[in-house]
């Protein structure tokens, strides 16, 4: 596999699991928003801040793809 292949697998792979962590973010903060119990809240924002470094962490590596792509080159 040439390395402009392993980059387009990275970007493909990192978009999709970003664009999953989004939903997962949408759902958790739904569900945090009817959230009544104390617990539950804290729970969920705890899950929340989780998700929220996942999702900067996958736009880290989309970010940083493209310089990869052109240093392949």
């Given at each position: 596999?040439?390395?402009?292949?392993?980059?387009?697998?990275?970007f493909?792979?990192?978009?999709?699991?970003?664009?999953?962590?989004?939903?997962?973010?949408?759902?958790?903060?739904?569900?945090?928003?009817?959230?009544?119990?104390?617990?539950?809240?804290?729970?969920?924002?705890?899950?929340?801040?989780?998700?929220?470094?996942?999702?900067?962490?996958?736009?880290?590596?989309?970010?940083?793809?493209?310089?990869?792509?052109?240093?392949a080159?």
């Amino acid at each position: 596999m040439s390395k402009t292949d392993c980059a387009n697998n990275i970007f493909a792979s990192a978009s999709l699991h970003l664009d999953v962590v989004d939903e997962f973010i949408a759902i958790t903060q739904s569900k945090l928003n009817g959230a009544t119990s104390d617990f539950t809240r804290d729970s969920l924002t705890d899950l929340l801040a989780g998700l929220t470094e996942q999702r900067e962490t996958y736009r880290a590596v989309l970010a940083a793809v493209p310089a990869v792509t052109a240093l392949a080159a």
